[in-house]
């Protein structure tokens, strides 16, 4: 069974998601349970940090879709950066450019909160 | 008349002799027996032997007595019998093993038994020696049968002189072994629980019943961790709510780790029942882990009032019953999970069994177009749907959608998605609207998490225009000239985002098609086939059979896809649905049915 991690940082006011491996069905609860905790603590500023994610399936993107609201009402949001070209494809296919940003770097991502144009 | 009176005195005495000797006789036999019983009991070896042979030289014995008889000198063969028959019976005397197996109470009986059995045979042996009338009439009856009297009465003071003794030092330990033998008693039950009891509450009860009475203590619970929580499965000699309040203060105590067996000193309860104060001090409590695989799911345990610690023994024994109940729930977990295999297996059949119904069962043919579809199912249903529609006698509708998600669940979606394209095809002649009209309404229905991609496109049969439009769904490939090319325009997937945005960005898009062109619908569970190395099948091989099988017909198109996804990922299971439309556009084959029809 391919392996997934989920490890939450914090970087000022926003947290950081480093996801690694294979998200898909049944690794997805543990992404949800990150979602969870931050909700908790109302951490709303989410950067998600693709860079050691190699695979993700419909059900790893629904995660996303699911929390994305909470944070946007509660004026977070949740950003994505570091994704692999081919994880990318997958995003772009399904239309998800269009609704959230994506950043090269995650730096520019936690800026981007800090310091809204 | 004297003579007569003395012949009938001789007559009177000996019958009497007689009947003494015989009762002598009997229960010598009966008394020789029952040593045999003794002798045999509880023997790890066959003894026999030694028996045997201490029986051949009180025969000896026996016999040696017609010597003496013969000749009063000729004494000595009769005296070495009787030694070697003194030490045959020494030795086996020696034989009582039985003794330890006898529980302490058992042990006490004997010992006043063995004592009074031993004296009497002893005086019995004196009263054989003296020159009395009673050893007279036995002598007259049989000399032989005097000497093994004798010896009987001397093996029956040896012996319960010896059994006497080894009861008298047994005692002491009568209780502790009492103990192990219980334990080993317990353990064997236990055993057998394990593997006949299905239901873990029920062996719980046994095993804290059984910690309780082996390990000296005067309560002991089992609590079993199920999702970060603990739970009480079982308490023996305490109070719920008492063993609950005490293992959480013990378990949430962060300076406590039990990875192995830990013994703690003095742990007061206090529970408060409405008006009920009740305190509860422990002077010691033994905690040991359930582990299954190495995790912790449990805890067991044994807690004792009076001030003396659990010695090695007690420890030993509380971890053999945690290793019990670790088995026992390992089992019950296992059988669980069984459970709801069988449940899921059985649910992903009813997800098969709606998917079928959903498709259609026929692909509609057509002069100018020829059609093939193909679908392979995954062992977890996943949520891949395709459909045609004629709307009127020139315009051919197709779909091809895929459910994110799988299982039972995807398979609702799916029929509702059915319902919603195949009453908007015939309403809506502009796909863009449909799936704009179709993601307001999905938007609606799907759960937050939940999405659907798809491609709605209409055929124009007599002019070969295919407009269409995606939805986040894989691109469409069309191969003409012998070249491939992928059409993505832009579109969100369904469900995605219920603002104007869904609508703002989708792009429709229109391709003329030319004879011998082929239009490719598809699912990912193509382009994402695995091999056993991870690899994906990928665009480029897809494609390449498509341009290398472009003058073949539909379905061996589909099925030479098939054919190489099969080698691809031969030792790799598939995990999604993979659904295949193949289209090829040839016009002149109509004119000619025209002419022809």
Partial sequence: MADFNVNVRGLGSVSVIDVKGYLDAHTAPQLENAFNQLINKNNYKVVVNFNDLSYISSAGLGVFMAYVETMRENKGDIKFSNMQDSVFNIFDLLGFPMLYEFYGDEKEAVNKFEKPE | MFADFRSDQ????????????????????????????????????????????????????????????????????????????????????????????????????????????????????ALTLEDNALSQVIINFSPGFHSLLNLLMIYGTIYFGV??????FHLPTAEAFDRKAEEVTSLRDLTKLVTEVLDFKELAKTITNVTTRICNSDSAWLVIINDENYELSSVNNIGYLEADKLSKKILEDKDIEIESLVTLNQETVE?????????????????????????KKGYLFAARKRDYEFDYDDKKAIESFSDYASVALENAILIEKSIEKERLEKELDVARDVQYK??????????????????????????????????????LGIVIADVSGKGISAAFIMAEIKGVFSSLAKVIMNPKKLLVKANEILSESLDSKTFVTAIYGIVNLETGQFTFARCGHSPLIVITDGESKRFTPTGMGLGLDDSDMFESTLKEMEIQLKNGDILALYTDGIPESQNALNEEFGYERFEKILIDNAQSDTEKISNKIMEQLTIFSKDYEQHDDITLLIMKWNFNNKKSGKVNG
């Fill in chain 2, 271 to 295: 529970v408060s029942i409405k008006n009920d104060f009740r305190k509860f001090n422990f002077s010691w409590i033994a905690i040991a882990p359930l582990k299954v695989h190495e995790n």
């Fill in chain 2, 163 to 168: 059994i006497f003794f080894t009861t008298l």
């Fill in chain 2, 10 to 125: 001789n007559f009177i005495t000996i019958i009497f002799s007689l009947i003494i000797s015989f009762v002598f006789l009997a229960s010598a036999v009966y008394i020789f027996a029952s040593f045999r019983e003794l002798f045999f009991l509880r023997q790890k070896h066959d003894p026999s032997t030694y028996f045997n042979t201490m029986m051949v030289f009180f025969l000896l014995l026996f016999f040696s007595n017609l010597l003496t008889a013969i000749d009063p000198e000729f004494d000595y063969p009769k005296n070495a019998f009787y030694v070697v028959s003194l030490i045959l019976i020494s030795i086996n005397s020696l034989r009582i093993a039985w003794i330890a197996f006898l529980v302490k109470k058992q042990k006490v009986y004997l010992l006043i038994l063995s004592i009074v059995l031993s004296i009497l045979f002893g005086f019995n042996f």
């Fill in chain 2, 358 to 395: 959903i498709l259609p069962t026929k692909v509609p043919e057509y002069d100018s177009l020829q059609l093939s579809a193909l679908f392979v199912p995954a062992f977890e249903v996943g949520g891949d749907y395709y459909d045609f529609f004629n709307i009127d006698s020139n315009n």
